[in-house]
């Protein structure tokens, strides 16, 4: 075991239990600071199936200063963090902005400001590819062009860059490295954890694994109109085991200080583009589960078409997307089952 404990918050939540698991798997101490907002502590169980471990576990909300304040000071082995607490429903954040605004921007104040005190060497942020809207050039590098946020919910993540880069350009004795996630997709290959929307989801794969188990009519597919090959829109799926592993590269490369700089920014994609379409023809092939679909008008504020160039992540991190499409697919079906199989779904 390692001594250099890692806070992850947000452990719970999707890409966070995953990460949790391949900071165990590589031998890191973990504690977890989550609300539960989006989450269920059973996830905590999974996560002790699969590694053996149960992580540590703090119930509390990132942007209250006195609870993280109390958890430095039973953890004072922390020696990085991975911020995953925040909100992330892009139509949840143009009703309630404040929320986003406050949730997403306190808790990241609050995280930096007692690294220095506590003696933290690196934090890892989750950015996403949403900070280059739609881009004029296809693969997007971390030089692309940042285009004006849509939502509050994607301009809490320009912001946040904004803010790391300040913090440390202002001198702070930490580094940081920021992940623009592609879209992330699957769940872990044991089945043990996976994605768990609340309500009707709205991002692609949930709602396709939904359909495909009867829990939802059909898939809308938001239009065929686009200017791409088959009309549907392109995105980068990224497996979640794939992104996890990422994190735990990112974290260490500030732990060792491999980098001579303070701060910087990684793609985090596998560089293919793949459109709506062809991700149902890869799900039912996968599985052999048919996908109940129709096409319906385009969702307002979506993206035509973007991938990533990951070379730099390949190249500076070490780090590569290994996971085929298919077998992403296969592992977001099992984790469907499971959660039938568990009665929640
Ligand atoms: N889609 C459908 N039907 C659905 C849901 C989605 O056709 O029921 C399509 C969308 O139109 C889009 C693709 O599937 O073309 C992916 O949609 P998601 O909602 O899964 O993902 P987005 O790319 O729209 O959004 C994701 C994250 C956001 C983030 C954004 C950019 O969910 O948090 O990437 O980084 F802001």
Redesign the pocket.
Known sequence: MKTERILVTGGTGYIGSHTVVELQQAGYPVVIIDNLSNSDSAVLDGIERITGIRPDFVEADCTDIEALKALFAKYPDIKGIINFAAS?A?GESMEKPILYYRNNLNTLMNLLELMAPNHVKGIVFSS???VYGEPDVNPVTEQSPIKKATSP??NTKQISEEIITDVINAGAPFKSIILR???PVGAHPSAEIGELPNGV?????P?LTQAAMGIRKE?????NDYNTPDG??I?DYINVVDLAKAHVIAVERMLQDKSEDKIEIFNLGTGNGVS?LELINAFEHATGVKVPHKIVGR?AG??EKVWANPEHANNVLGWKAESDIEDTMRSAWAWQCRLRERGIM
């Open positions: 992330k892009v996403s590819c949403t919910y994607g996630y592609f879209n989801p709205q991002n692609l794969i709602y898939l809308s597919v938001f239009g549907s829109c995105r709506v969702r979506d993206i």
